[in-house]
């Protein structure tokens, strides 16, 4: 059963992270602020046109929204992964594989000295 309450909570997260507001967001939509109110704290259930366009609107996926746990959301990212490699040639993907690395390694370099 789907806790509408931690989806919307999702909805609020995502939405804050990118700087958004729930205006901008309602106008991005074509609903109410207060609708995205409600939706935001589970008092509402949105529509799955609803559902889509806020998706469309914070540029995110709706397993990053639906997924209660990461296990949930692993095979859907690991399809993802084998849908981005699967027309890749041998080099590309080494290539690629040895950009992720390399920015891995960068970004906790960038941590460690914070």
Same mark, same amino acid.
């Given at each position: !059963?789907?806790?509408?309450? &931690? ?12 700087? !958004? ?5 309602? &106008? ?5 602020? #207060? +609708?995205?109110? +409600? ?19 914070? &540029? ?26 699967? &027309? ?10 040895? #950009? ?6 960068? !970004? ?7």
């Amino acid at each position: !059963m789907i806790d509408y309450k &931690d989806v919307g909570a999702r909805i609020r997260s995502v939405r804050q992270r990118q700087k !958004m507001t729930q205006e901008r967001l309602a &106008d991005a939509v074509g609903v109410g602020v #207060t +609708h995205i109110s +409600h939706i935001e704290t589970g008092n509402s259930i949105p529509s799955l046109q609803v559902f889509v366009d806020i998706l469309n609107a914070l &540029d995110c996926s709706a397993d990053e929204l639906l997924c209660l746990e990461l296990e949930q959301a692993k095979p859907q990212f690991d399809s993802w992964i084998k849908g981005i490699f699967a &027309d890749c040639t041998e080099k590309e993907r080494k290539l690629i594989v040895d #950009t992720i690395l390399a920015l891995k390694a960068s !970004m906790r370099r960038l941590r460690v000295e914070e």
